[in-house]
T-cell receptor, first 116, second 110 residues
């Protein structure tokens, strides 16, 4: 079946511009996560959505970062006034239910964001 | 989430078994042990997870020590496609996010 889909796969933009990254989770998955992976760095958690609950935004690095999840499905991660340090691969994952260490997360292949 | 310790890198020959170790001495009774791998230019891929008993699936086996302070991911016959970074992660029953460490870089020689 279809996995997690992210678009665009690559995005190059100028410093100061806003960008939107999209994630289509696996159908039926109620939990959705955003992570980012900077060059030579590990993966770091950004934000998590579960159903209609308030999202866990504890990993967002600044108020320039925000995310929405409409209709409990598609999610958009928005970065305003991009900076060069925002350059990274942004990864989205989904899982059947949140919480519970007994559920695996399924990842997309990410959006590679480059800020000039 | 409790911390895990993995070797920085390992090397294996193609067609041979690979044992990837992970130490997690501060694991709590409710922590699941998860393994993910990340191939070049791809997102992480779920491999296997377990709580107390050893687990097998089509990708790998997970051997968990009796005291649960360590575990080993076993690839029964390594292929070139198994070359990746392997992450051992602990998730408690209420945990949502995954906390990734540096992982183990596995190189497979033909």
């Amino acid at each position: 079946g279809a996995g997690v889909s992210q678009s665009p796969s690559n995005k190059v933009t100028e410093k100061g511009k806003d960008v939107e990254l999209r994630c289509d989770p696996i159908s039926g998955h109620t939990a959705l996560y955003w992570y980012r992976q900077s060059l030579g760095q590990g993966l770091e958690f950004l934000i998590y959505f579960q159903g209609n609950s308030a999202p866990d935004k504890s990993g967002l690095p600044s108020d320039r970062f925000s995310a929405e999840r409409t209709g409990g499905s598609v999610s958009t991660l928005t970065i305003q006034r991009t900076q060069q340090e925002d350059s990274a691969v942004y990864l989205c994952a989904s899982s059947l239910v949140s919480g519970g260490g007994n559920q695996p997360q399924h990842f997309g292949d990410g959006t590679r964001l480059s800020i000039l | 989430d409790a911390k895990t310790t993995q070797p920085n890198s390992m090397e294996s020959n193609e067609e041979e078994p690979v044992h990837l170790p992970c130490n997690h001495s501060t694991i709590s009774g409710t922590d699941y042990i998860h393994w993910y791998r990340q191939l070049p230019s791809q997102g992480p891929e779920y491999v296997i997870h377990g709580l107390t008993s050893n687990v097998n699936n089509r990708m790998a086996s997970l051997a968990i020590a009796e005291d649960r302070k360590s575990s080993t991911l076993i690839l029964h016959r390594a292929t070139l496609r198994d070359a990746a970074v392997y992450y051992c992660i602990l998730r408690d029953v209420s945990g949502n996010k995954l906390v990734f460490g540096a992982g183990t870089i596995l190189r497979v020689k033909s």
